[in-house]
């Protein structure tokens, strides 16, 4: 299981603030090795409660909130990363764990009772969750990555371009979905994750950016936009 603890900050910009920060981080920071032959995919499949908790949450601003979700790279893995990510503020704590193909169909099918094959107190601690507040999956999200990194303070830039969405189908493995867009113009999502505090380049180009810092979340856009799509 990985554990991963750090500050999160993330803002809403537009291709061509993306660019010109792009080009500036290459001077100082490292390209993600999976961009090696460029943005590289990341596809999501969302779990919420029954009555949609952890979005109605998110779109409230509460303090404390959660998030469980399948990731992937690519449809064809034999592996999935379940991974719950719980946040307060600009403080967030992801757990992830790896699981193979087929459990992670099951969770797809609502059959938590896989996770209680897993000797991890966090398989069982997603168990209870699940099973306590009827998770059901609700939305996938994919979207196109840069990825740069540095050493210091564990810093990890990311740009997340033509995010797209659905529904309707939830196999999280499927080389066929039927994505709509988030975004009607072009927009990117910037995140910064660091420990403890920015360097001061980062800091500096972040302070220049035309919008300020927001709480933009892929599942809650998505999920507002797929209602949109429904009521108009």
């Known amino acids: 299981m990985n ?7 993330k803002y809403l910009i537009n291709l061509v603030k993306s660019a010109q920060l792009q080009s500036y981080f ?5 390209l993600d090795s ?5 943005a590289y995919t990341v596809r999501s499949l ?30 064809d893995s034999p592996y999935a990363m379940l991974e719950m990510k719980k946040k307060q503020g600009s403080d967030q704590l992801k757990r992830s764990l790896p699981i193979p193909r087929n459990d992670a169909q099951r969770l797809i099918e609502g059959r938590y009772d896989v996770l209680l094959h897993y000797d991890l ?4 601690e997603l168990y209870a969750i699940m099973s306590m507040y009827l998770y059901r999956p609700k939305a996938i999200v994919e979207y196109d990555r840069i990825a740069y990194c540095a050493r210091s303070n564990n810093i990890r830039i ?4 033509n995010i797209r969405a659905t529904e309707s189908d939830f196999d ?3 080389k066929t979905l039927n994505l709509y867009p988030v975004f009607v113009n072009d927009r990117v999502v910037l995140e910064v994750k660091y420990d403890g505090y920015l360097l001061s380049p980062v800091k500096l ?6 919008q300020s810092e927001i709480s933009v979340g892929k599942y809650s856009l998505s999920r507002s936009v797929g209602l949109r799509y429904v009521y108009g």
């Open 3 to 9: 554990i991963v603890s750090r500050q999160e900050k």
């Open 26 to 30: 290459s001077h100082f920071l490292t």
């Open 34 to 38: 999976n961009n090696a032959k460029g």
């Open 46 to 75: 969302y779990f919420d409660s029954i009555d949609d908790r952890d979005f109605h949450e998110k779109e409230e601003g509460v303090e404390l909130r959660r998030k469980i979700r399948l990731r992937v790279y690519d449809p």
């Open 121 to 124: 107190p966090f398989a069982k």
């Open 158 to 161: 990311t740009f997340d371009a």
């Open 172 to 174: 999280l493995f499927s």
């Open 205 to 210: 180009a972040l302070e220049r950016c035309d």
